[in-house]
């Protein structure tokens, strides 16, 4: 039996690692943790049986506690819940599908407590990656990466001498609105940018997804999770997402993961990892699939990727500032409080004005965030 326990069980990748246990009888539940859908974590208690389920409100959690009192689980809330839920003795996995950077204390948490992470989170790496990666060195924990790109990254390490790395070419969609220019993006409305054209995921990254923010994260967990510089990860954008990201090496040959877009695959494998196990689904065929392009991001008009390249290049606290800003602009966008450009905007702006110091510690990260957040609530 191999246990784990998951962060963020009710949204997109909680529930597509709970169908992966459900379709494996050799992966047990236990814990799991939601924001407030207290309805289907009830649901998930009763189907799953975890030993605990921790939801974000103390109001909520006995509400729960009430639905569920035939049932042995134990029920918490908060911060407290989610660390508890991080360190439980029981799991020797913990899957980070939180989103935000509310994942960042619960990881380092599972790590102290010797567990395996199955890392969707990147919020997390992006900014605390420089005390993430040496604290699960120092206690010996894998940090095993769930969005496709890093798993196909991964994949495409397999057998070779990380030394030997010449390029990482993270490939990206360009989401739906690739093509288009800035004055073509001003009316952009929330359910537009809630069209992805190839993956169904939650609604942060969906937007994430059309603003290119995505992958300007992305090439900061790449960063991370793979040690290579900057200047060695190139964003290409592949519209039919095919080739979930690629490896180049120093004699020039290209490794690559490829597949249709489905995320139970890289959950699957960095729950099983090392091993590959079967998985269900459309298999790529290739000869109606006809071709398959590429083409160079176009930064110019998705101007959240260019920030992210700097936000990189300056470090220290500055993905912490990028990261709190797109977080709060992309929330005020689902209320329909600002218009898409400014989700861009607002974090240059916040670039601009924020102090930021170098290898800063997880309290000056999470001040950062709420002073990031104090600016944005008294401009906007
Ligand atoms: P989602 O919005 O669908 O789900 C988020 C989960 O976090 C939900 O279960 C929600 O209840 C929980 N949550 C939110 N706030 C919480 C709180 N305060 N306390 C406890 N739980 C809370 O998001 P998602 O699309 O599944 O993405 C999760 C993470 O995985 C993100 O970091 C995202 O960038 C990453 N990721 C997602 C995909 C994808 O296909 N969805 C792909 C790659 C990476
Ligand atoms: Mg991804």
């Not at 991080?86 to 010797?114: D, N, W």
């Not at 790496?125 to 940090?143: K, S, W």
């Not at 329909?336 to 240059?348: A, E, S, T, V, Y």
């Amino acid at each position: 039996m191999k246990k784990i326990a998951i962060l963020g069980s009710t949204g997109s990748i909680g529930t597509q690692t709970l169908d992966i246990v459900r379709e494996n009888q050799d992966l047990e539940v236990t814990g799991i943790s939601a924001g407030s859908n207290i309805a289907l974590l009830e649901s998930q208690i009763r189907e799953f049986r975890p030993k605990l389920a921790v939801v974000w409100s103390e109001e909520h959690a006995k509400d729960l506690a009430v639905r569920v009192k035939d049932c042995d689980v134990e029920i918490a809330s908060g911060m407290d819940g989610l660390l508890k839920l991080a360190a439980m003795p029981e799991s020797e996995i913990l899957v980070t599908a939180i989103v935000g950077m509310i994942g960042i204390r619960p990881t380092m948490e599972a790590i102290r407590a010797g567990k395996d992470i199955a890392l969707a989170n990147k919020e997390t790496l992006v900014t605390a990656g420089h005390i993430i990666m040496p604290m699960a060195e120092e206690y010996g924990v894998r940090i095993l990466p769930v969005d496709s790109e890093h798993s196909a990254i991964f994949q495409s390490l397999n057998g070779e001498d990380p030394s030997c790395i010449e390029k990482i070419l993270l490939t990206a969609s360009g989401g739906p609105f690739r093509g288009r220019k800035r004055e073509e993006l001003e009316q952009i409305q929330v359910e537009d940018a809630l069209k992805h054209p190839n993956w169904s995921m939650g609604q942060k990254i969906t937007i994430d997804s059309a603003t290119l923010v995505n992958k300007g994260l992305e090439v900061m967990e790449a960063k991370w999770l793979f040690g290579v510089d900057l200047d060695r990860i190139q964003v290409v954008v592949h519209p039919q997402s095919i080739i979930h990201s690629m490896v180049q090496y120093v004699d020039g040959a290209v490794m690559a993961e490829l597949g249709t877009p489905d995320m139970k695959l890289p959950i699957q494998y960095a729950l099983y990892y090392p091993e590959r196990r079967y998985l269900g689904g459309q298999r790529v065929d290739f000869a109606a699939l006809g071709q398959i392009t590429f083409e160079d991001p176009d930064i110019e008009t998705f101007t959240g990727l260019k920030l992210a390249y700097r936000a990189a290049r300056e470090g220290g606290l500055m993905p912490t500032v990028y990261n709190a800003a797109n977080e709060r602009a992309v929330s005020k966008f689902l209320a329909r409080k600002i218009r898409f450009l400014d989700i861009p905007d607002m974090i240059g702006d916040c670039m601009n004005h924020i102090k930021v110091i170098q290898s800063p510690t997880i309290d000056e990260i999470l001040e950062t965030e709420q002073a990031v957040y104090d600016r944005i609530e008294s401009r906007w």
